[in-house]
């Protein structure tokens, strides 16, 4: 039997990841159902690059599944630091467990890793690239909070260069109908130039800014970014745009009652601490939402009915 694996949320049709949704709510709403599902299965978690939220989700999406986990949460510990290669690392979890979420520096390391793998593979990041189970979150919270992934307004801030989020997430909401994109950054950090032809391509619409206020009124969703440290070449040019962007209440005046202001976490100045106390802010219950979408997808992978 072959494999069935998640590296890009292209990977799933719109209908599957439908599916996926409305299994996530049916685990919220009778989490008992299903705390014996994975009773047997060991998941590991191979992270060669920090986190805590994505690798803590999966070991907990896991758990409450009834499942073990294993793994290891930096390349350092991890045999890499003896020069072993990723697929000869994959090869040999692979007998150690039943399915592997794994993080990775470099873009493109899942796919050379499905390669070799006897077990399904679930990318939970590579580099500035891709992050679709992040994006699976973000589509459950959107579709909880807003009842539809159709018609919406979506203000996407900060680091649309390097945020692999935000990749994902358009590349996911650009099958739905009637979607508007407020990309909103820096000059410095725009969205690259290959999704925007992907854009143009689909006739999606739209419009970059480097203005946060200017089009607050129209957003339905704003989804703030951190601007991502770690993928830049030198110190100065990531001092000089951290703070570019800090969401206040002040900065949330024009906006619509039922906005629904979303972050993947963690965040450093990019919100201020007292947007948390605004009912629009949904960001603490999108990071408890990506235990249950995680619940659903292993499930799925794993072919348990
Ligand atoms: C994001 C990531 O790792 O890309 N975090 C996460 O998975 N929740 C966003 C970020 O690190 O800024």
């Not at 907990?60 to 630091?81: D, Q, W």
């Not at 699976?136 to 919270?141: A, E, G, I």
């Not at 391509?201 to 480097?210: A, G, L, P």
């Amino acid at each position: 039997m072959k494999n069935r694996h998640l590296i890009d949320i292209k990977d799933f049709s719109k209908k599957e990841i439908d599916d996926l949704i409305k299994v996530a709510n049916d685990i919220i709403d009778n989490r008992d159902k299903y705390s014996h599902k994975c009773d047997g299965k060991i998941l590991a978690t191979l992270f060669f690059e920090p986190s805590t939220r994505t690798r803590l989700s999966f070991e907990s999406a896991m758990l409450r599944l009834g499942g073990k986990v294993l793994g290891f949460s930096e390349a350092s510990s991890s045999s890499t630091a003896k020069g072993e290669t990723l697929s000869d690392t994959i090869r040999v979890v692979g007998g150690y467990a039943d399915i592997i979420a794994m993080r990775h520096p470099k873009e493109g390391a899942p796919t050379v890793a499905i390669k070799n793998s006897i077990v399904p593979i679930i990318n939970a990041g590579d580099g500035g690239h891709n992050h679709p189970t992040q994006t699976l979150t973000d589509l459950l919270t959107i579709s909880r909070e807003k009842g539809r992934l159709d018609n919406l307004t979506i203000g996407l801030c900060g680091d649309l260069k390097f945020g692999r989020t935000v990749h994902s997430l358009i590349t996911a909401m650009s099958r739905y109908k009637n979607i508007t994109f407020i990309l909103i950054s820096p000059n410095e950090l725009k969205l690259p130039d290959y999704m925007k032809e992907e854009l143009e391509k689909n006739k999606i619409k739209y419009i970059e800014t480097t203005n946060i206020e200017k089009y607050m009124n129209e957003l339905d969703v704003l989804y703030m970014t951190r601007v991502q440290k770690e993928r830049f070449f030198n110190e100065e040019d990531y001092l000089r745009l951290k703070d570019y962007y800090i969401l206040t209440k002040d900065k949330l005046k024009t906006a619509q009652k039922n906005l629904i202001i979303l972050h993947p976490l963690p965040r450093v100045t990019e919100i201020a601490k007292e947007v948390d106390d605004d009912k629009r802010a949904k960001y603490f219950e999108q990071a408890y939402n990506g235990v249950y979408i995680r619940m659903a997808l292993i499930l799925n992978l794993l072919e348990v009915k």
